[in-house]
């Protein structure tokens, strides 16, 4: 082997590191008996070091690295040929060189230099960086999501720009402004920038401060644009717009020309604008209906100041729902009740001793009658009004019940909210025997209040219907109340053919805390459940029957 290639495979290794104490005394051996290997040693030690800066990915290292290698250049050949030479053998530094050597040498180095500097703005010029992405929001609540893509995302991730597609389940998205959207499935929406949002299908309700005023949710015919409120939005599938305003205004800018020259209008609290997709745009006033919006993000849980208990998981998966023994005196005394089939609930952790239900349930051929007992703190407070916003009333204090009054249906219940249904909606989906029920005391009145809806998609009801009696009474110590009532099953579309024993079909119970303004909702406990979901709090109640316990007739 020639001494050159012997010392192209030492320097090799001495580059790299991989030169042991007997390869770094025979390099020096080399290097010290012929000239040409200490300048060629010095020629790829440089080399070796420019390329390895210039590579690094950072351009400002880069750029750093040329500024300081021709800063450090010497002015003397010689002088740099002998600051290589003593890493490579300490101790040497009397070289002799040839002047033609000498300039050969600079020449090359000069070369080398001119090569990196062209080398780093090159991968300058060649390689972009990626901008960071910028969030505008967060999906801060999810219940039974179902996205178009499986890497669809989860609660608590951070949203950026870009089209989403919730087929199923109920989704929070809040921006970093504070304006929340409350997105019920099935919808496609595209969040634009921190102040605009474009829905193309589906419905959503927004939310938005002060700080914010001046949101946009942009549709196929129309931009909304927010005064300070809490509207509704809905894209219907023939591409209608409605929109509904619960709190505040907003202006309605249409993208066509209207009908009738209009262009924009102002929608008030307790209005709602039909804004036509065929032909010319046109607003139309319609009914106000509060069904039409999912307005609360409904999770089970209980707040007690800033601290929250966990869902707690369905303990009761069916109750007994008794004869009455006689005539039914609805007073808030239940002393004239079998309340054999009582069952109790309470919430978990230290919330278990305020905030309880003993719920109770008899029947005879007219009537069904209902009973509970609740724990609360603040019992009594509801403040929701029963003639201008029924729907909401539950947030403020209340107990629900959901139940089937056709045996037919049988249990479980199969029926489920229709926009959760692909397809046609069924049969129980829009069965008036399909009942929700909600009782409340609203305080400023002193009132005992009903509200019945129908069917699963709640798109039917009555508030307060004639025939029904109800009772409220606070207990002595203010810690808990007493409900109690009784509903015709005409009510319940049952009047026909009531419920009789050997009956089961489904029944679920839900009662609501509110926080002492008597309309903050503040959690909830969910009882009578088909076990398969007991320990399952995705599955809203309202939207699917299956997870409804079981009521069995007596």
């Keep these: ?8 495979e030492l320097w090799t290794d001495y580059l790299e590191g991989d030169l042991d104490d007997a390869g770094v005394a025979e390099l020096e051996a080399l290097l010290a008996a012929d000239e040409s290997l200490r300048a060629r040693a010095a020629d790829l030690f440089q080399t070796h070091r420019l390329l390895g800066f210039a590579l690094q990915d950072s351009p400002a290292a880069r750029e750093s690295f040329v500024s ?19 890493r490579v053998h300490p101790g040497t530094r009397q070289l002799h060189r040839a002047t033609r050597t000498r300039w050969l040498l600079v020449a090359g180095v000069a070369a080398i230099v001119l090569c990196a500097v062209a080398a780093s703005l090159f991968l300058r010029a060649g390689t972009t960086r990626p901008r960071p992405q910028e969030f505008l929001a967060t999906l801060t609540r999810a219940t039974d999501c179902v996205w178009d ?35 019920e499935a099935p919808a496609n929406l595209k969040l634009v920038d921190a102040t605009n949002t474009a829905l193309n299908a589906g419905r959503v309700v927004v939310r938005v401060p002060p700080a914010a005023v001046g949101f946009a949710v942009d549709t196929p015919k129309a931009r909304i644009v927010d005064q300070g409120t809490e509207f509704g939005v809905c894209v219907e599938p023939g591409r209608e717009t409605v929109v509904q305003v619960f709190a505040g205004s907003v202006v309605a800018e249409l993208k066509g020309p209207g009908a009738s020259g209009e262009k924009s209008r102002r929608v008030a ?36 100041g800033e601290e929250l208990i966990p869902f707690k998981p369905s303990e009761v998966s069916s109750q007994d729902v008794l004869a009455a023994p006689g005539p039914v ?52 407070r509801n403040v929701i009004d029963p003639n201008t916003d029924p729907w909401s009333a539950w947030m403020g204090g209340s107990v629900q019940l959901r ?8 249990w479980p219940v199969q029926a489920i909210k229709p926009s959760q249904r692909q397809g046609k909606p ?20 002193e009132q005992p209040c009903l509200e019945l809806r129908y ?32 509903i015709p099953w005409t009510l319940l579309g049952a009047g026909d053919d009531p419920p009789r024993a050997g009956d089961e079909m489904g029944l679920c119970w839900t009662v609501n805390w509110s926080d002492a303004s008597g309309k903050n909702w503040k959690g909830q406990l969910v009882e009578v459940k088909n076990p398969a979901y007991a320990t399952r709090g995705k599955e809203l109640t309202f939207m699917h029957a299956e997870t409804w316990g079981k009521a069995i007739y007596k």
Aim: with cysteine; proline share 5%.
């Design 426 to 445: 069924s049969v129980q989906d829009t069965s008036g025997r399909i009942v929700h029920l909600t009782l409340w005391y609203f305080q400023p009145r």
């Design 68 to 86: 300081s290698t021709l800063a450090r250049m010497p002015l003397s050949d010689d002088a740099f040929v002998e600051s290589v030479m003593e």
């Design 1 to 8: 082997m020639t001494s050159e290639k012997r010392f192209a």
């Design 149 to 183: 893509v499986p890497t669809g995302p989860r609660q608590g991730d951070r949203l950026a720009a870009g089209e989403m597609s919730l087929r199923k389940g109920v989704a929070e998205i809040t921006f970093a402004s504070g304006v929340s959207l409350l997105v």
């Design 329 to 380: 005196t609805v007073d808030g005394d239940l002393s004239d009740w079998n309340l054999s089939g009582t069952f109790e609930a309470r919430c978990g952790g230290r919330f278990a001793e305020e905030h309880y239900v003993q719920g109770s349930l008899m029947y005879d051929k007219t009537h069904l009658y209902l009973a509970a007992r609740v724990g609360d703190p603040m019992p009594m």
């Design 455 to 486: 069917g699963m998609k709640l798109d039917r009801g009555v508030v307060n219907p004639a025939g029904w009696r109800g009772a409220f009474r606070k207990a002595a110590d203010g810690k808990s109340y007493t409900v109690e009532c009784a």
């Design 403 to 410: 139940f089937s009054t056709d045996r037919t249906f049988g």
């Design 269 to 304: 609290a307790g209005e709602t604008m039909r804004i036509d997709a065929s032909g010319p745009i046109e607003l139309q006033r319609t009914a106000f209906s509060p069904e039409r919006f999912l307005r609360t993000f409904s999770t089970p849980s209980v707040h007690k």
